[in-house]
């Protein structure tokens, strides 16, 4: 596309965006957007309105248009129907305005994020015929009677506050939009979408990516401190509950040992308390700024990821860029990701044991750490630059429009 094939000019819908990129996928979709402008392409995004933010400005040359009810950012996506439904009419206003507003829509596509923005960007598409991409994070009805068992029984937790009603059905709402393609992030989400009935020729995986620029290689880890970091929102399915028994464990051995939790969400509270009864030395810092983001990763000597659910896991990502290992549960997507022993080890999800074994053995071999480290860094540059992402996203918007 920019390569002597013309300007396009892509139309992003995403429920979150600038500034509130604490997630995988509005995280993408900010990347994308960055990158598609740095390209040469004319790109806006419409989103959801978010206390604090303007409701429309100029980010990085992408133009933002901000709809619906105003919003507060909890860490996770609304699950009211009055803000979904709020965001679902808004978004589909601005994007019949903004595309009725040109007087060719020529190159022009329509990129939409799950769940509801996919239902007005499909509507927007459908209306001026415009090519549209879906993405697909995770599939929620695939991983459901295993992961949800699973948890309740592991966890001795109740089921988590939102509907699995109203997300089944929104997920097979978006499943029968028929697009021009939907863009799986992982082989594991492709797969997922088959078994829904997705035909395999309406897909295209793309994994994510993150920008080199935002990622400086991180120093080697100091000597002498056992420090390790997770970052991601704090929602039930991250798991960090078992993690935080391993750190129990972990500190009869180690018992400097202190764990670093970056990021926000409604579990916070819950795992606070949770600390505090283990007596484990556990930082919650919150969502923190890229460069303290950063410095605490550089601290570390390894980060841990113990997901029980993703689509793919863009925190592992910024482990690589950081030259750290990563211990991640042993479930896909994050099995694909992260082969065992080369950039990190690949842990049972509930097995607390299992989980302050590792941490114990890289603690004991900070070498090996750091190798695997390297490993990482390597995987990472070839695999999931955002130059790298970019491209193979390009080429599928080229695919459509030609």
């Given at each position: 596309?920019s390569r002597g094939r013309g300007k396009t000019r892509v139309i992003y819908f995403t429920q979150f965006f600038y500034p509130l990129t604490y997630g995988g996928g ?377």
């Open positions: 596309m509005e995280y993408l979709i900010y990347m994308l957007a960055r990158e598609m402008v740095r390209r040469g392409h004319e790109v806006h995004v419409i989103t959801q309105r978010v206390h604090g933010a303007p409701s429309s400005e100029g980010v990085d040359g992408i133009s933002v248009h901000r709809v619906g009810l105003k919003m507060p950012y909890g860490g996770a996506l609304p699950s009211g129907l009055l803000s979904n439904l709020s965001f679902f009419v808004s978004s589909l206003i601005a994007g019949v305005r903004l595309m009725a507003g040109y007087r060719t829509l020529g190159r022009t596509l329509v990129h939409s994020n799950t769940y509801v923005p996919s239902l007005s960007g499909a509507a927007c598409a459908r209306i001026f015929r415009s090519p549209h991409v879906i993405t697909f994070h995770d599939v929620y009805r695939r991983s459901s009677a295993a992961f949800w068992e699973a948890w309740k029984r592991e966890s001795g937790s109740r089921f988590p506050s939102f509907s699995a009603v109203v997300a089944r059905f929104l997920e097979a709402t978006v499943l029968n939009l028929k697009p021009s393609v939907f863009h799986a992030v992982s082989e594991s989400t492709r797969d997922d979408l088959i078994g829904c009935g997705v035909e395999p020729r309406c897909l295209a995986v793309v994994p994510n990516g993150i920008d080199e620029l935002d990622y400086p290689a991180a120093p080697p880890p100091p000597p002498g401190r056992p420090e390790v970091v997770f970052v991601g929102r704090l929602v039930f399915y991250k798991n960090l509950e078992t993690i935080l028994a391993a750190m129990a464990k972990l500190s009869h051995e180690v018992p400097e040992v202190r764990l670093y939790v970056v990021g926000d969400g409604p579990h916070r509270r819950a795992l606070e308390g949770l600390a505090a009864s283990l007596h484990v030395n556990v930082i919650f810092a919150g969502w923190v700024r890229q460069e303290d983001k950063l410095r605490l990763i550089s601290r570390s000597l390894f980060m841990v990821f113990p997901s029980l659910m993703e689509g793919f896991g863009i925190s592992m990502i910024e482990g690589f860029a950081s030259a750290r290992s990563v211990l991640a549960s042993d479930v896909r997507p994050m099995s694909d990701i992260i082969t065992d022993g080369r950039e990190g080890f690949l842990v049972s999800p509930f097995d607390a044991g299992a989980w302050a074994a590792k941490m114990a053995s890289l603690f004991r071999d900070p070498l090996k750490a750091a190798e695997m480290g390297r490993d990482a860094y390597t995987t990472y540059r070839s695999t999931y630059t955002m130059g790298a992402v970019a491209n193979r996203m390009e080429a599928l918007y080229e695919s459509m429009l030609t």
